[in-house]
């Protein structure tokens, strides 16, 4: 029988990605075909992605190749680091993910990007937010766990309020993990954290983070404007497991819903939670997501941020491969740089 196999035109471009997920949330890697990146730093290589090669994240993270709640990133050059990376979505780039960094963690590891062997292997990572201190636990040459430490993480504002049309008053906290967040109670808006309250979640968190936008002139990073801004809501509410602390589910991007517990907001969280006398150092705490899953996070050390009293977390979690893929972009195609269909 004839191979039923079909070679793509050489006009065609040719972009290769692993793709992996942590807790749930998927990560696509891009690894191969991708145009040259210009600058020094992986902030550098982010503007110069969005101003000249944004129609690729497009093709990559939307339809027809991606689902509206596609994640991804570039693996970059990096001068301070052993890499870099450009962390993607819907509606454009992250400031840090941590479900990022832990499957990278893994794929450096397995794929031979940093030398390893049966033992913790430990390497940095030049994220948009800085450098991030990644340690991979190794047993007969494949990763059991990723452990990294966040940049430091601080309270920009604790018990604020803010008026959301058709939810009226909202009690909400402002913290920073890599990425800004606003955090509210899920009991506060009888919110249930569950799958089947999906839809809900995602309305109830972009209308939060329309309005805090909207009212809050507290959103600001101390150092790097190009962080100053408002990522997205987390709904914090009781966990199902009896040995959790807390279920996490956050709203971000163009209503992207996390399906892990969000690396970058446990890492806010360790920060408030350790603001309130409610978290001791090293003392570390389970978070769940909306599909159960679970990331660990501890506070490793306070310093001062600028302004800020801040904390280094350190999250713990562990990623899958999903497959690879050779995306082909057809230059006649119409639709070749995506498009987003939300229901």
Request: net charge negative; glycine share 8%; with cysteine.
């Amino acid at each position: 029988m004839t191979e039923k196999t079909y070679k793509p035109p050489d006009n065609f471009m040719r972009i290769e990605t692993i793709d992996m997920h942590t807790g749930g949330e998927p990560l696509r890697v891009i690894v191969g075909g991708f145009p040259q990146l210009v600058g020094h730093s992986v902030l550098d290589y982010r503007r110069f992605l969005h101003q000249h090669h944004d129609d690729l994240r497009k093709a990559l993270m939307l339809e027809p190749r991606g689902p509206a709640d596609m994640y991804g990133c570039l693996v970059t050059p990096s001068e301070v680091a052993d890499f870099g990376v450009v962390f993607m979505h819907n509606a454009g780039y992250s400031t840090m993910c941590g479900h990022a960094t832990i499957a990278l963690g893994k794929l450096a590891v397995e794929a031979g990007w940093v030398v390893s062997g049966d033992e913790t292997c430990h390497f940095t990572i030049e994220a948009p937010c800085g450098i991030l201190k990644v340690a991979a636990d190794v047993k007969h040459n494949q990763v059991q766990e990723i452990r990294f430490l966040n940049v430091p993480s601080f309270v920009i504002a604790l018990n604020e309020k803010v008026v959301v049309p058709e939810l009226g008053e909202i009690n909400y906290h402002l913290a920073y993990g890599g990425a800004i967040y606003a955090f509210v109670e899920a009991q506060s808006l009888d919110l249930n954290l569950e799958a089947s309250q999906a839809s809900k979640i995602i309305k109830y968190g972009q209308d939060i983070k329309a309005a805090v936008i909207r009212q809050s002139e507290l959103i600001k990073h101390p150092f790097e404007p190009d962080l100053g801004f408002l990522y997205g809501t987390i709904f914090t509410g009781p966990g199902q497991d009896f040995e959790s602390h807390s279920r996490n589910v956050c709203v971000f991007a163009d209503g992207e819903l996390d399906r892990c517990p969000t690396g970058s907001g446990v890492s806010a969280r360790a920060a408030i939670h350790h603001a309130k006398n409610e978290l001791e150092l090293n003392e570390w705490i389970t978070i769940e997501s909306i599909v159960n899953t679970k990331f660990e996070v501890r506070v490793t050390e306070t310093l001062t941020y600028g302004p800020h009293q801040a904390v280094i977390p350190e999250v713990k979690g562990n990623a899958f491969f999903t497959g690879r893929h050779e995306f082909w972009i057809d230059p006649q195609d119409p639709l070749k740089s995506g498009f987003l269909l939300k229901h």
